[in-house]
Every structure is written in structure tokens, then in C-alpha cells.
């Protein structure tokens, strides 16, 4: 059955699997990010053996961990940049425009409780675009740079601990750059419990597929996907 078919009858086409797979990957860097941060911050774990130290360098493996996972983040990261543009429509956002801040105004007041001209979105609404722009893009930048940073910070003179110098003219001294990367990571945390209760609780009320259709790539939409599926199929077909 076609795209255009499943979207008319009640199924619509929203996440690509560019974006399916950057949703997993994320997930999971921000996971084992997390938990390897956690202990290179604080270990809890010290084992006092009588051979060489080589054979006991559980925090170098750690750490190693950390950083070779910053690494996928980043890479992953940065395909997710290039598909808000190369990307189907529920892909692209643009806080630029006027009709965004306008959606996450009435977004707002629609979960207050407030009057509101909340529209039906497919995708993420604004608000959600927003929060994602404001961790996910912003957030990430963060805890890229002030990572890096640390983790070159020990080899100044080499070529890659030279591209992150600048670092601490922003963020201030290796305390605060530090402090910075530590407090991210925590909004980060905040984020994914707010971000998986939204998701549960979008798909409870719409019953709509949310939960499921960032494994499949679809929404079960009986009420508005219609009109959005038309609109698709009048694209598709003037690009025929």
C-alpha cells in the first residue's frame, strides 16, 4: 500500500528514518553519557588489588567510555542538524518565524488550561520544537564544548586541545567549565522525564500511535490526518 493510501486511511507518514534513528542513538548516549559521568564525578567503585594498576584501570575504561560515546553523540548530533533541513516537513523546524512563537503561545495556554486556538499538529508542536531547540540544540552544544574541552584540556599544545581553548573565555575557568557540563547533563535528565511522561501521556489521550510511531515511522490519525494526508497527496502529485 502507498504512503498517500496509508495516509488517507487513517495513517500518516510523520518520522523518517533519519529521525527514528537519531531519536534511539540520542537515547542511548545520553544514557551511558550519564551513568559513566556520574561515576568519573564521583567513583564509587575503588578496588585496591596488588597488581599493577594497568589491570585494575576501571576509571580510564570509564572514561573511555564517556568520551568514545561523546563522540557518536556528536556525529549523531550533527546528521540530526543536517536533516531539519533535507528532512520531510515534521523534520524541519524554524523558531525564525512568526507562526512558530506564535504556536507556542497558544501551545502553552492550551496546557494552563487558558482559552486558547491551539492548532492539531502531526508532528511536534511548537512548544515541543522549542524545548528540543533549547536542549537537544542548545543543551548539546554545551556539553560538547565544555567536554571536549575537558577532556584536552591536559594536552593544550595538541591540535585538537588548541580548537577548544577558547572554551573558558566563554564559560569561565576549568571549575566553572566543568560545573557548566555537570548542570547541563542534569537539565538533560529533567528533559527526558518531562519528554517521556508528554509522550505517554500524548498517546493515552489521542490515542494515536505516539508511542508507537518512533519504532514504525507512523501515526494512526482518524480525525485530522485527512487533511494533512490531502495536502501530501496534492504535493506529491504537482511534483509527479
Same mark, same amino acid.
Given at each position: 500500500?502507498?504512503? @498517500? ?118 508532528? &511536534?508542536?511548537?512548544?515541543? @520544537? ?26 593544550? @599544545? ?22 557548566? &557540563? ?48 490531502? @495536502? ?9
Amino acid at each position: 500500500m502507498s504512503r @498517500e493510501a496509508k495516509a488517507v486511511n487513517g495513517k500518516t507518514y510523520v518520522w523518517e528514518f533519519p529521525v527514528r534513528a537519531f531519536h534511539w542513538i540520542n537515547a542511548l548516549c545520553i544514557f551511558v553519557l550519564f551513568a559513566t559521568g556520574i561515576y568519573i564525578g564521583r567513583p564509587f567503585v575503588s578496588p585496591t588489588v596488588p597488581e599493577e594498576a594497568y589491570y585494575s584501570y576501571l576509571l580510564g575504561y570509564v572514561r573511555n567510555v564517556h568520551f568514545y560515546t561523546a563522540f557518536l553523540f556528536t556525529i549523531n548530533l550533527l546528521i540530526r542538524w543536517y536533516w531539519v533541513y533535507k528532512g520531510n516537513k515534521f523534520a524541519r523546524s524554524n523558531p525564525l518565524k512568526k507562526s512558530f512563537w506564535a504556536g507556542v503561545f497558544e501551545t502553552l495556554k492550551y496546557y494552563l488550561f487558558l482559552p486558547n486556538k491551539k492548532k492539531h499538529y502531526l508532528g &511536534h508542536n511548537p512548544l515541543a @520544537e522549542l524545548s528540543y531547540w533549547i536542549f537537544i540544540g542548545l543543551g548539546s552544544i554545551i556539553v560538547v564544548f565544555t567536554g571536549y574541552f575537558l577532556y584536552f584540556e591536559p594536552q593544550p @599544545e595538541s591540535v585538537l586541545g588548541k580548537m577548544f581553548m577558547w572554551v573558558p573565555y566563554i564559560f569561565g575557568d576549568s571549575f566553572l567549565v566543568r560545573s557548566w &557540563h555537570h548542570l547541563v547533563a542534569w537539565g538533560f535528565m529533567v528533559f527526558v522525564v518531562i519528554h517521556v511522561y508528554m509522550a505517554f501521556r500524548e498517546d493515552w489521550l489521542s490515542r494515536n500511535g505516539t508511542m508507537s510511531s518512533i519504532f514504525t515511522g507512523y501515526k494512526n490519525e482518524t480525525e485530522h490526518a485527512p487533511t494533512e494526508a490531502k @495536502e501530501e497527496m496534492d504535493g506529491a502529485k504537482k511534483h509527479a
